[in-house]
């Protein structure tokens, strides 16, 4: 059996009729500005707030680490508040840091989850602080009926996380902020798109068909291999890092054409289904989050918690299962042992739950998940 971390392209996408039912935020808006990666976004987003000349950003200490350097790399200076093991921030502490005059409070939606954006939004209005929702987990969730990503005055989203896309980000001004009005932005090389598509496309016909898949990965990864060594430029997607020489690069005119094909409200309820499906084969058996599927949210992963994240992870893998080891590292900077982030670092193993996974492979999933030595004791987890 195969399940990919990511979910895969059917090749019908690209033939089949465009949807009409009404698209999802921040689709459904004009004026967003579409990058290749939504690190992108970040990086000219605080340039032209004009980080280039100073100021303070707060940060989560718990997150991947590019939306770090895209903000650093724009001449901000960082601070960071703790996130709770339940993946909320720190309420208490973001209120105390905000009296030292940030000029944002970057917020992040973990895994779909929302942040208590409430008590965020009058802090942010009391102190005269720009709010920005870093969305890029939490594509197609909403809090009260409210989307994610309509809370702040930026927010960022980042769709091949949640869609078969081979790149894409958005950056959304929801305050009308002209400034990103004229970015000069280049499309990326076609034949580099077009190798993360075929990927996409080689995972979907692999989840159904394992050994005609699995050989034209081989010839696939040949092809790659080539392209390299033809010099062919290639802009990976899902790598940590920021490269500001391709910081110009735009969202490619194929995921323009694929976002209005896909089925947003059945991927938003195939995900919790599944996600609900995992949760109940492993209530009480294996340690989790403190947190529920709430209603509207659509959650990007299962976050299983392991004792050892590259043991449990290479278990999976030896029957198929493609997870992938959660935000291991970060920025050296933010690392605080006996923090909570240090502990979702070193025990949260993302847990594919996306719109492709079926119920014999939820089925079988729960099963190697369950055998010894993979998830991760109640009272280690909730210790302290």
Same mark, same amino acid.
């Given at each position: 059996?195969?399940? !990919?971390?990511?979910?895969?392209?059917?090749?019908? %996408?690209?033939?089949?009729?465009?949807?009409?039912?009404?698209?999802?935020?921040?689709?459904?808006?004009?004026?967003?500005?579409? +990058?290749?990666?939504?690190?992108?976004? =970040?990086? %000219?987003? +605080?340039?032209?707030?004009?980080?280039?000349?100073?100021?303070?950003?707060?940060?989560?200490?718990? %997150?991947?680490?590019?939306?770090?350097?895209?903000?650093?790399?724009?001449?901000?200076?960082?601070?960071?508040?703790?996130?709770?093991?339940?993946?909320?921030?720190?309420?208490? /502490?973001?209120?105390?840091?905000?009296?030292?005059?940030?000029?944002? $409070?970057?917020?992040? %939606?973990?895994?779909?989850?929302?942040? !208590?954006?409430?008590? $965020?939004?009058?802090?942010? *209005?009391?102190?005269? =602080?720009?709010?920005?929702?870093?969305?890029?987990?939490?594509?197609?969730?909403?809090?009260?009926?409210?989307? #994610?990503?309509?809370?702040?005055? &930026?927010?960022?989203?980042?769709?091949?996380?949640?869609?078969?896309?081979?790149?894409?980000?958005? #950056?959304?001004?929801?305050?009308?902020?002209? @400034?990103?009005?004229?970015?000069?932005?280049?499309?990326?090389?076609?034949?580099?798109?077009?190798?993360?598509?075929?990927?996409?496309?080689?995972?979907?016909?692999?989840?159904?068909?394992?050994?005609?898949?699995?050989?034209?990965?081989?010839?696939?990864?040949?092809?790659?291999?080539?392209?390299?060594?033809?010099? /062919?430029?290639?802009?990976?997607?899902?790598?940590?890092?920021?490269?500001?020489?391709?910081?110009?690069?735009?969202?490619?005119?194929?995921?323009? #054409?694929?976002? *209005?094909?896909?089925?947003?409200?059945?991927?938003?309820?195939?995900?919790? *289904?599944?996600?609900?499906?995992?949760?109940?084969?492993?209530?009480?058996?294996?340690?989790?989050?403190?947190?529920?599927?709430?209603?509207?949210?659509?959650? #990007?992963? +299962?976050?299983?918690?392991?004792?050892?994240?590259?043991?449990?992870?290479?278990?999976?893998?030896?029957?198929?299962?493609? @997870?992938?080891?959660?935000?291991?590292?970060?920025? !050296?900077?933010?690392?605080?042992?006996? &923090?909570?982030?240090?502990?979702?670092?070193?025990?949260?193993?993302?847990? !594919?739950?996306?719109?492709?996974?079926?119920?014999?492979?939820?089925?079988?999933?729960?099963?190697?998940?369950?055998?010894?030595?993979?998830?991760?004791?109640?009272?280690?987890? &909730?210790?302290?």
């Amino acid at each position: 059996m195969y399940i !990919p971390a990511w979910p895969s392209l059917n090749p019908a %996408h690209f033939v089949q009729p465009e949807e009409h039912a009404k698209a999802p935020f921040p689709l459904n808006i004009t004026g967003n500005n579409y +990058f290749y990666v939504a690190r992108n976004g =970040i990086y %000219h987003l +605080f340039r032209s707030l004009g980080f280039d000349k100073g100021g303070t950003v707060l940060v989560p200490d718990y %997150h991947h680490g590019n939306e770090i350097y895209a903000i650093r790399a724009a001449g901000a200076r960082l601070r960071y508040y703790p996130v709770r093991k339940n993946l909320d921030v720190d309420l208490n /502490v973001v209120a105390d840091l905000c009296k030292q005059k940030p000029r944002v $409070l970057y917020v992040t %939606h973990f895994v779909g989850w929302p942040q !208590p954006m409430a008590e $965020l939004q009058a802090l942010c *209005r009391d102190k005269g =602080i720009l709010l920005i929702e870093d969305c890029a987990l939490s594509f197609l969730s909403d809090s009260g009926g409210q989307p #994610l990503g309509t809370f702040g005055d &930026y927010s960022v989203f980042c769709l091949y996380k949640t869609l078969p896309l081979p790149n894409g980000g958005v #950056l959304v001004r929801n305050n009308n902020d002209a @400034s990103l009005d004229d970015l000069k932005l280049r499309t990326c090389s076609s034949l580099s798109v077009a190798a993360r598509s075929v990927e996409l496309m080689l995972q979907w016909l692999r989840m159904r068909y394992e050994t005609a898949g699995r050989t034209l990965f081989a010839l696939k990864r040949a092809a790659g291999q080539l392209l390299k060594a033809a010099q /062919v430029e290639r802009a990976p997607v899902g790598d940590t890092g920021f490269d500001v020489s391709a910081a110009n690069l735009a969202m490619s005119p194929l995921c323009h #054409l694929l976002l *209005r094909r896909f089925k947003y409200d059945a991927i938003k309820e195939t995900r919790r *289904r599944n996600f609900l499906f995992i949760e109940d084969r492993l209530r009480g058996r294996a340690a989790l989050l403190p947190r529920k599927l709430d209603e509207g949210v659509c959650p #990007l992963f +299962f976050p299983l918690l392991v004792t050892d994240k590259e043991k449990a992870s290479r278990a999976l893998w030896s029957h198929g299962i493609e @997870s992938v080891e959660f935000w291991n590292h970060g920025d !050296p900077e933010a690392r605080r042992e006996g &923090y909570p982030a240090q502990f979702l670092r070193e025990h949260v193993l993302e847990i !594919p739950i996306h719109q492709d996974v079926a119920t014999r492979q939820l089925e079988f999933m729960a099963d190697q998940i369950l055998q010894p030595g993979i998830c991760m004791s109640e009272a280690k987890a &909730y210790a302290g």
